[in-house]
């Protein structure tokens, strides 16, 4: 079993809907990363939590460290926020340069 | 600020032969980290550089190695390639800290034939 693991693995919108994308671990952490990659491999960072919750723009991460699981909500989603979407986490008592990945959801937003 | 850039961005190599990619970091970035991504296992850490010392290693066999300079810029290298190291390598660069974002080059695709 992995140690970082998404759901879904594929997720089809519409433009305008609410997306929620799942990630649950199995060690303990000392960051959990949200990432996006777009076709051609670019890989942008959106989050980075240790607890709580944060929001950028229509982007909202939260983390419960108890339950060891984070989510990744998209309101009112856009075909421009089709893409991979990875979390990634920093576990507990290994250098902080190093992140373990789920697989990924791939995210398409139909107009 | 500069992003962090990778060169080539794309390679062609033969098995056996060897290759090495190159990452340039944020300016201030003192930690790069190495990855390879390919279809069926995903994202895998490689190594994590800070100060020109190998902080990490992944699960990867001797053939791959890497080092970083005086001025933070890492290199990697893969001796004797085989058709499976064929991947999107990227590199990653951060602050030296507890609580550190990486930011992610674009990354040298790398294809044994």
């Known amino acids: 079993k992995n140690e970082v693991e998404q759901s879904p693995q594929n997720l089809t919108a519409q433009e305008g809907e609410f997306i929620t994308i799942n990630c649950s671990y199995s060690?303990?952490?000392?960051?959990l990363h949200w990432l996006q990659q777009h076709p051609g491999g670019g890989i942008v960072s959106l989050f980075m939590?240790?607890?709580g919750k944060k929001k950028h723009g229509r982007l909202i991460a939260t983390i419960n460290i108890q339950e060891k699981h984070s989510s990744l909500h998209i309101t009112a989603s856009h075909p421009r926020d089709s893409a991979v979407y990875i979390c990634a986490v920093n576990a507990g008592g290994t250098s902080y340069g190093k992140l373990t990945f789920g697989q990924g959801t791939i995210l398409t937003v139909h107009p | 600020k500069a992003g962090v850039t990778q060169t080539p961005r794309y390679l062609i190599k033969t098995r056996g032969q060897q290759v090495t990619l190159s990452c340039s970091p944020i300016s201030g970035h003192r930690s790069v980290s190495w990855y390879q991504q390919t279809p069926g296992q995903g994202l895998q850490f490689l190594f994590e550089?800070?100060?020109?010392?190998?902080?990490n290693k992944g699960n990867f066999p001797g053939r791959f190695s890497g080092r970083q300079f005086s001025n933070s810029r890492s290199e990697m290298n893969v001796s004797t390639l085989e058709l499976g190291d064929s991947a999107l390598y990227l590199c990653?660069?951060?602050?030296?800290?507890?609580?550190?974002?990486?930011?992610f080059g674009p990354g040298t695709r790398l294809t044994v034939l």
């Open positions: 939590l240790s607890s």
């Open positions: 550089y800070f100060s020109e010392t190998q902080r």
């Open positions: 060690v303990g952490i000392s960051a």
């Open positions: 990653a660069s951060s602050l030296y800290g507890r609580l550190n974002e990486q930011f």
